[in-house]
């Protein structure tokens, strides 16, 4: 895969995905690979690989999410419109794209992630 805007770190500045929650949202990256504990605010940005049941409780405090995998019937997708924060899903390999601390700009109504 080749992308037209990439940083000086081969990271693309926007990356087109799945809309899975409207809204949009700023703010720094956590990547979780699985339902750990982790410090985890309304400007906490969640990178993870897919969701299940255990991922709510870990959802319910995030600002938003960006999963690897799924769509708009996803879990993930479902319980962000339901906890009312935007959600990208279908990002291949977020998880390893990402980095804790990274600024981003996720917009659920497009699908898009834009590296800040």
């Known amino acids: 895969e080749t992308y037209p805007l990439a940083r000086h770190d081969g990271l693309p500045m926007f990356l087109q995905g799945i809309a899975g929650s409207p809204g ?46 799924g769509g708009r019937l996803s879990h993930g997708a479902i319980v962000a419109r339901e906890y009312g924060i935007p959600a990208v899903m279908d990002i291949a390999d977020a998880t390893q794209r990402f980095q804790d601390g990274q600024r981003v700009r996720i917009d659920g109504e497009r699908g898009t992630v834009e590296l800040l």
Do not use: H
């Open 24 to 69: 949009q949202g700023e703010g720094t990256i956590k990547v979780l690979t699985q339902g750990q504990t982790a410090e985890i605010n309304a400007t906490t940005i969640l990178v993870v690989p897919y969701t299940d049941a255990g991922w709510a409780p870990v959802l319910s405090r995030a600002g938003g999410l960006i999963a690897e995998v």
